[in-house]
C-alpha cells in the first residue's frame, strides 16, 4: 500500500492510495498512517480510490474500524468502485464512509465544507452609534437589537458557527457592556469570544471611543497579533446566510488580497450604498461611494462582509479614524493589490433604520430569514410564545406574533400580526396591537391603540416613514416602562 497525502485547508487531509486495498494491508502502513494523521490533528480524511488496482468490503470494513476505534476522525472516499460502494449501502456502511465522486465534490459537501474554515478567524464590526437607527439604539447598541427572542448579534455568531468559524473577536464601542454583560452571562458560550473594547470606564459610566473599521483591525494586529491567516470581517448588526467556505474558496483560488461579497441592488437604490465596479472576470477596479442614479458604473453594492489577507493590514497607518471603505480599500487598490468581488447568490438583510428593523422582524416572523426563526415554542397560527410567556386565553391573537420571555398578554388584548412583544412587556386589556413591534421592558395600558409602530417604554416611531433621515419620535400617553410584569395568567395552549 502506497499513498501521498496533502493537507487541504482546514486540516483536511487528501490520502492518494496506490496498490490494492485488502484486509491484509491495513496491518502496517495504513496504521502508520493514521497514527501521523491524529498526530497532525487531521479534522477529516479523505481518501481517493481512483489509483487502488483492488479493493473490496472487507478492506474497506477494516479501514473504517481502524480510523473509528479510537480517536474517530470523519471519513469520505472518493473514486471508491460502485460495486463496492453499493455493498456498503447494503450493509449500512455507507454513513461512516460517504462516497464522493471526486475531491472536489467531497469538499463542497455540506458536512467536510465548514472544516475548511477551521482556525478561520472572524471580527464583527459592533462598535457605531446606530445614528440612523435612533430612538431605539439611545439604549440598546444595534446588534442587540431583539429579532423574535434574540439579538442580531447572536443570529450573526450562529451562521458563523454553521459556517466552521469558532473564532471570533468583537469591537463593542456605544453601549458595549450591553453585549459584554450578555455573553458574559452565557459562559458557555460555543464560539470563542474576545472582545477589543472601544470605550473606557469614567466614574462609574461607559464613554465609547469608537477609532474607525480599519483602526479597529489594526490595533487587534497591532495589540494582540490577531491574523496569522484570512480572516473574515462582517458586520455584527445584518443578517444573512452567505455561504462563507465557498466565499473563502474563491478568495484563494484567486490568491486575492481582499474579497468583498457584493450583491445587485435596484437602479432606485444604488446612492444608498458603496458600489463595486469590477472587469468580466469579476475583479475590482474601482469604487463609487453612494452615487447617483445616473453616475453609478455598476449596480453591485458592497455587503459589508469582508475577507482579507493580514498584509493589507501592513498598508495602513497605526492610528484612530481608518475607514475599511474611505481608507484601507483605496491603499490596497493603490498598492496593485488584487481584489476580487464575492457575487454568488446569498441573503442579506441589512438593518440601518427602524423602517428595515421592522421589516426584517416580518421576514423572520414569515420563516422567510434563512437560519433565524422565532424563539419559544410554535403554538401553530404562526404564533410562537416563549416558555415563560404569560398569555391569557382569553387575548385575541392573530399571527404571526412572536411573545417573547416573561412577556405578559392579559384578557381582552387584541394582537394582529406581524407583531413583536419584546420580553418582560406587559399588555393590558382592552389594547389594540397592530402590525407593531414593542420593544422590551415595557407597559402597554388599558385602551392603547398601537398601529404600525415600534415602541419603548419612552417613545414611539411609525416605522413605515423611519428611514433613518429624522429620529422624530412621539411618547405615547399609555405606553410606558415596565416595572414588573405579573404571573397570574396561565399560558396559552
Request: glycine share 10%; hydrophobic share 45%.
Amino acid at each position: 500500500m502506497l499513498f501521498d497525502i496533502e493537507t487541504m485547508p482546514g486540516g483536511i487531509a487528501v490520502v492518494r492510495m496506490r496498490g490494492g486495498l485488502t484486509q491484509a494491508s491495513l496491518r502496517g502502513p495504513l496504521r502508520t498512517l493514521r497514527d501521523r494523521l491524529h498526530a497532525a490533528h487531521a479534522t477529516a480524511v479523505l481518501f481517493d480510490m481512483k489509483q487502488l488496482r483492488q479493493v473490496n468490503l472487507a478492506g474497506i470494513a477494516a479501514l473504517i474500524d481502524l480510523f473509528k476505534s479510537r480517536n474517530p476522525i470523519p471519513l469520505g472516499a472518493c473514486g471508491m468502485p460502485a460495486r463496492v460502494a453499493g455493498m456498503l449501502r447494503q450493509v449500512g456502511l455507507d454513513t461512516l464512509i460517504p462516497s464522493y465522486s471526486s475531491v472536489d465534490a467531497a469538499l463542497s459537501d455540506a458536512t467536510l465544507r465548514p472544516l475548511s474554515l477551521r482556525g478561520t478567524r472572524a471580527v464583527l464590526l459592533c462598535a457605531g452609534k446606530g445614528t440612523r437607527a435612533r430612538p431605539m439604539t439611545q439604549t440598546v447598541p444595534k446588534p442587540m437589537l431583539d429579532i423574535a427572542g434574540r439579538p442580531i448579534l447572536d443570529h450573526v455568531l450562529d451562521h458563523l458557527e454553521r459556517c466552521g468559524v469558532h473564532d471570533v473577536l468583537l469591537n463593542p464601542g456605544h453601549l458595549g457592556p450591553v453585549i459584554s454583560g450578555h455573553y458574559a452571562a452565557q459562559p458557555r458560550w460555543r464560539q470563542s469570544l474576545f472582545f477589543v473594547n472601544e470605550g473606557h470606564w469614567a466614574g462609574g459610566d461607559w464613554t465609547s471611543d469608537p477609532i474607525g473599521s480599519a483602526s479597529t483591525l489594526k490595533r487587534m494586529q497591532d495589540a494582540h497579533g490577531a491574523f496569522d491567516r484570512d480572516l473574515i470581517v462582517m458586520c455584527g448588526d445584518a443578517l444573512t446566510d452567505i455561504d462563507l467556505p465557498a466565499m473563502m474558496a474563491r478568495h484563494r483560488a484567486e490568491d486575492a488580497a481582499v474579497t468583498i461579497a457584493v450583491q445587485t441592488v435596484p437602479e432606485e437604490d444604488v446612492s444608498k450604498y458603496g458600489i463595486v465596479v469590477t472587469d468580466p472576470r469579476g475583479r475590482i477596479t474601482s469604487f463609487q461611494e453612494k452615487p447617483s442614479r445616473d453616475a453609478a458604473k455598476s449596480r453591485l453594492a458592497n455587503a459589508g462582509i469582508y475577507i482579507f489577507s493580514p498584509r493589507v493590514l501592513d498598508l495602513i497607518a497605526s492610528r484612530n479614524g481608518l475607514d475599511i471603505a474611505g481608507d484601507l480599500m483605496p491603499a490596497v487598490m493603490a498598492s496593485g493589490g488584487h481584489m476580487v468581488a464575492y457575487s454568488e447568490p446569498f441573503q442579506w438583510v441589512d438593518i440601518g433604520c427602524g423602517r428595515d428593523y421592522a421589516a426584517a422582524l416580518d421576514k423572520v416572523l414569515a420563516g422567510e430569514v434563512t437560519g433565524v426563526k422565532p424563539d419559544g415554542e410554535a403554538q401553530g397560527n404562526g404564533q410562537w410564545f416563549h416558555e415563560t410567556a404569560r398569555v391569557s386565553r382569553r387575548a385575541s391573537i392573530s399571527g404571526p406574533v412572536h411573545v417573547g420571555a416573561g412577556a405578559v398578554i392579559e384578557a381582552g388584548a387584541k394582537i394582529i400580526g406581524p407583531a413583536t412583544i419584546g420580553a418582560r412587556t406587559r399588555v393590558a386589556g382592552k389594547t389594540l396591537i397592530r402590525s407593531s413591534h414593542v420593544m422590551a421592558d415595557t407597559s402597554v395600558s388599558k385602551g392603547a391603540i398601537l398601529d404600525h409602530v415600534i415602541a419603548s417604554g419612552h417613545w414611539a416611531v411609525d416605522h413605515r416613514f423611519a428611514d433613518g433621515r429624522s429620529a422624530d419620535h412621539l411618547p405615547l400617553a399609555k405606553v410606558g416602562p415596565c416595572d414588573a410584569a405579573p404571573t397570574r395568567f396561565a399560558k396559552a395552549v
